[in-house]
């Protein structure tokens, strides 16, 4: 363990990947999702129910079934739906990551492993279903001792040190909708700056209407789509109107080169770099919308952080909610990395196919990009045949059916989030 | 009801907090429920939630302080039947 604060120029790689995803769990039915484009939004009764004026939403599958198979009976008494969620994600990634899981009585700590797991909103399901309605009834006390652990803030990532005894810094991020890349950053400043030698960075977001009812009323959910589901989320396209709320984790195991090539293990891809700031609400940023002077200082910042040019940019994974705010997103990121739209990198927008995982977006993102780095290919992006005016310069770059990429190197990730927050992160495929 | 029914019963809704697997094989009257079969003292109050629910009971929080081993939970609820 590197304790000392003085070793900055220490490489920074993943080991390791674990998914839950609308449209597949796990990175192998990920993958395959993401290869053949298939959508996970599907249509939700209960936000028919309710009145929202959209009814889809991108949910993941079978989660339920996945977590008593892997988790004990006490502890998914303690599991809303997010701790689920990265629950399964973490394992999968410590997993792959080549770890065995710890038996719970055995009491050695892993000091050199912590977790960064964030949350955009975090447990609203218990908020909303057990604690209010039971406050409300005068019942307080058959709450529990599980509620304060599924509400807190930290309860994601407290959940997953007590899986795996991780002993070094265990915390949850929270920078809404950036909030997933924000947390694989931090975790890749911790270990490159010799604190750590393991992270699983992440986020995850609970499925539940209570989560999405708020941007419903803002009317920045999408509504034109209830009977097409799988249309509705449209990243790109001139008929976005709106995002379609997801859910779901992902996690990836941030790791040391030295630690993943001393124990051997297989190193999917190089963190070259990272970008976090905010656009202080000014220059047209504000609570819900980003200062585009800050996203393309954020990218930039993510460049010179990793050392690259930005013509070294082969491919980027943007944002892109399918908001008004695509076109502007795509003009930061021609402005960032000096491209005339007819030279752009190659543009992904994954949400097209899982929705707005909100706190989980950079983190699921992240993992379609590594997958996509490590595979060699480009996921299409779907639902834009009829490119946004403003976009239809940039068409070139945006694959609508998967492309063979062997010669993929360097993707840039970004998320951008509620308050005028960014991060951005610059991944390169790991080449022994 | 009778004792080993209620016995029975309690030990069933105990099982999924027990950390201590063993101990569970052998348990008796005399069994602390902390101690031998390792239940975290924070989840004793969802233990007697699953008590009052199963034998569809009331248990006052005095009454569980006073509850160390599975006899002793066993004599609280069947003094409630």
Redesign the interface.
């Known amino acids: 363990m590197t304790s000392e604060r003085t070793q900055k120029t220490r490489r920074v790689v993943i080991t390791g990947l674990g998914v839950i995803a609308p449209n597949g769990n796990g990175t192998r039915d990920f993958e395959m999702a993401l290869r053949k484009g298939q959508s996970g939004i599907r249509y939700q009764e209960i936000m028919e129910e309710k009145g929202f004026g959209c009814r889809v939403a991108g949910t993941p599958q079978g989660v339920d079934e996945l977590a008593e198979a892997a988790f004990s009976e006490d502890l998914l008494m303690a599991m809303n739906m997010s701790h689920r969620y990265a629950a399964l994600a973490a394992l999968e990634a410590w997993q792959d990551a080549g770890f065995e899981r710890p038996a719970q009585d055995d009491d050695r700590v892993n000091w050199d492993t912590g977790c960064i797991v964030g949350t955009g909103i975090g447990g609203m399901d218990t908020t909303a279903e057990k604690v209010v309605p039971l406050t409300d009834a005068g019942k307080v006390r058959r709450l529990g001792s599980t509620s304060v652990e599924q509400v807190m803030a930290s309860g994601v990532s407290a959940r997953l040190s007590g899986i795996f005894a991780l002993g070094n810094q265990v915390t949850t991020n929270s920078s809404a909708c950036s909030t997933g890349a924000e947390a694989v950053a931090m975790g890749f400043e911790r270990i490159r700056d010799g604190l750590a030698e393991r992270m699983l960075c992440g986020g995850a977001e609970a499925a539940s209407h209570y989560i999405w009812a708020g941007f419903d009323a803002m009317r920045v959910l999408c509504r034109d789509f209830n009977e097409e589901p799988e249309k509705a989320s449209r990243p790109l396209s001139a008929s976005a109107g709106g995002f379609v709320p997801g859910a779901g984790a992902g996690v990836l195991m941030v790791e040391s080169l030295d630690s993943a090539q001393a124990r051997g293990a297989e190193i999917y891809a190089e963190i070259l770099g990272a970008g976090i700031n905010c656009g202080g609400h000014r220059g047209g940023g504000s609570m819900t919308a980003p200062n585009p002077e800050s996203v393309q200082r954020c990218i930039g910042l993510a460049l010179a952080d990793a050392g690259i040019d930005a013509s070294e940019v082969d491919a980027v994974n943007g944002h892109l909610t399918a908001t008004g705010a695509d076109p502007k997103e795509i003009a930061s990121w021609a402005k960032a990395l000096g491209r005339e739209p007819g030279n752009m990198p190659t543009i992904t927008a994954t949400k097209g196919m899982v929705g707005h995982t909100l706190g989980a977006a950079g983190a699921v993102e992240s993992v379609a990009s590594i997958l996509m780095l490590r595979g060699g290919f480009l996921h299409p992006c779907i639902n834009c045949d009829d490119l946004h005016p403003e976009i239809e310069a940039y068409g070139a770059a945006i694959p609508h059916s998967v492309q063979e990429a062997p010669n993929l190197k360097t993707l840039l990730k970004a998320g951008f989030g509620f308050g005028d927050v960014n991060a951005c992160l610059a991944y390169r495929k790991w080449e022994a | 009801m009778e004792e080993t029914e209620v016995f029975e019963r309690v030990v069933k809704i105990l099982t999924?907090?027990v950390?201590n697997d063993e101990a569970l094989t052998s348990v008796g009257m005399e069994t602390s429920i902390l101690d031998d079969l390792k239940v975290?003292s924070?989840?004793?109050?969802?233990v007697v939630?699953a008590f009052e629910d199963d034998f569809d009971i009331e248990i006052a929080d005095e009454d569980v302080d006073q509850v160390n081993t599975v006899g002793d939970a066993v004599n609280l609820i069947s003094g409630k039947l």
């Open positions: 999924p907090w950390k975290n924070a989840r004793l109050v969802d939630i």
